[in-house]
């Protein structure tokens, strides 16, 4: 099959199958907000993203090296899923050691519990995911991803709506969502015929060797995306930090933009790298340019539209949250960059580059914080120190990046686009005389530099959908 097509199939069967049920959460927001004060949504957040830090600790980011080699090694994918399983377990027995530390942060008193099952369960959810995805069984890893929204949802409605447990049934949701879901694809697919009580040793030392590097790698990454979180309930309140919270909602729209096309390119990047360099060069400059165009002209799309949308999905007492949502759709568009320059050293298998760009990232956030947190900026300088820290690290990749596969940046068009977006989200923030027409005007700027890129890219996608004339598909 056509590369692009497969690339598009896969895309459009991930979109179809998760896309949906990520709207829905997305519109949950208005029924967490209604249900939780701003300082329990904050204290929620913090739970699931302390566990979302221990999660590569505790599972040694094997998950990644599991997807990366079962992906191209079909006769070696008992070995690889059963050093997955194992490496994952003996990270929960080193796990329950530890726990006693979390006693030390006074918040989590009362939650130690909901974070040790909210790790456990992810990391073995993530296992059987991630394993499914590499064998190429698109549409199962998107099935599997409406049944995990969809429990969710019921779990959110019982225990917040119903039985009224606050903070533990909305921590709670996720977890026997991820439970049910990795009980449905071991069944599904008979995950435990890939047992085998002997896995090679070659695999394992070369998984672990990929995956460690990414464990400190994931953790600057934290760092980067959460650490705000925590300095602004340290510096100014829960409360704030909970308004903070949501504001992350709406350029979530981003992030699983994203993150949906991520999933699919990075199986066509690393099974496209066997064949001709030139053309495989060719095929990651292509996809960059549509990518990029169309991370920009949504992020415009979502600035313009931040102060309606945080009114509609939000009661009145987080419409403050609207404010941020500009500067973090902008760190939402360059994580999406900072992804796909990572998919270079996925493909390449250099994850050691992976941690020192990202542990670049996590410095300058830190010091960030620590500057514009307790400064005048306040909440806004925790959302600015987030833009700096991933522009700053899709620098680095860009330039770095190209060393291996040297894909044409189109750095032109992009800086072109940062200055857009840039000005339109300083007219948005700080509500210049004429902020609103500005909104609309850059919005059709962004749509003007990118237009033969959209239009290259619809002609693509259109190549799949439309047959030529003898029923035969556009190459």
Not at 2 to 10: E, G
Not at 106 to 111: A, E, I, L, Q, W
Not at 216 to 225: G, N
Not at 284 to 298: C, D, G, P
Request: positive net charge; proline residues 3%.
């Amino acid at each position: 099959m056509n590369k692009y097509k497969t690339l598009f199939s896969n895309t459009m069967l991930i979109s179809l199958g998760t896309f949906g049920s990520k709207i829905l959460v997305f519109f949950m927001v208005r029924f967490y907000t209604g249900y939780l004060t701003p300082a329990d949504y904050g204290t929620a957040d913090l739970i699931t993203q302390t566990a979302n830090l221990l999660f590569p600790l505790i599972s040694f980011g094997i998950t990644d090296g599991v997807f990366r080699f079962a992906v191209d090694n079909a006769r070696g994918r008992r070995s690889i899923f059963t050093v997955g399983a194992g490496t994952i377990t003996a990270g929960a027995i080193l796990f329950f050691g530890i726990v006693p530390l979390l006693y030390l942060v006074k918040d989590f008193r009362g939650y130690i519990w909901l974070i040790v099952l909210y790790t456990m369960a992810y990391c073995y959810h993530s296992l059987c995911a991630q394993f499914v995805r590499a064998t190429g069984n698109t549409a199962l890893f998107a099935a599997q991803g409406i049944l995990n929204t969809a429990m969710v949802i019921l779990f959110n409605i019982l225990f917040l709506a119903v039985w009224h447990i606050g903070v533990t049934g909305y921590v709670l949701s996720v977890v026997l969502a991820d439970l049910l879901c990795t009980a449905f694809l071991i069944v599904k697919e008979k995950l435990w015929k890939q047992f085998t009580p002997h896995p090679a040793a070659a695999a394992a030392g070369k998984m672990l060797r990929y995956s460690i590097p990414l464990i400190p790698a994931t953790v600057f990454w934290w760092i980067t995306s959460v650490s705000d979180r925590y300095m602004v309930k340290g510096f100014i309140g829960s409360e704030a930090n909970g308004i903070y919270a949501v504001s992350y909602k709406i350029p979530t729209i981003l992030t699983l933009v994203s993150s949906l096309f991520m999933q699919a390119w990075q199986f066509s990047a690393v099974t496209e790298s066997h064949g001709d360099k030139a053309e495989h060069t060719r095929f990651f400059s292509e996809v960059w340019r549509s990518f990029q165009a169309i991370m920009f002209l949504a992020g415009g799309v979502i600035i313009a539209l931040s102060k309606p949308a945080i009114r509609l999905l939000s009661t009145e007492k987080y419409y403050e949250a609207w404010r941020y949502v500009p500067l973090l759709s902008v760190a939402m568009i360059f994580t999406g960059f900072v992804s796909f320059t990572g998919t270079v050293y996925v493909v390449t298998k250099k994850s050691g580059i992976s941690f020192w760009t990202a542990f670049v990232g996590a410095a300058s956030n830190l010091v960030l914080n620590l500057l514009l947190i307790p400064s005048p900026l306040g909440v806004q300088g925790a959302a600015l120190a987030t833009v700096a820290s991933y522009a700053l690290v899709f620098v680095i990749r860009a330039i770095n990046a190209r060393r291996y596969i040297p894909f044409r940046l189109y750095p032109r068009q992009v800086l072109l686009c940062t200055l857009i977006i840039s000005l339109q989200t300083a007219f948005a923030v700080l509500e210049w005389k004429g902020w609103i027409a500005v909104q609309g005007i850059c919005i059709v700027l962004l749509a003007a530099v990118n237009f033969r890129f959209l239009l290259a890219f619809l002609k693509k996608i259109l190549s799949f959908v439309l047959p030529r004339r003898g029923g035969q598909e556009t190459a």
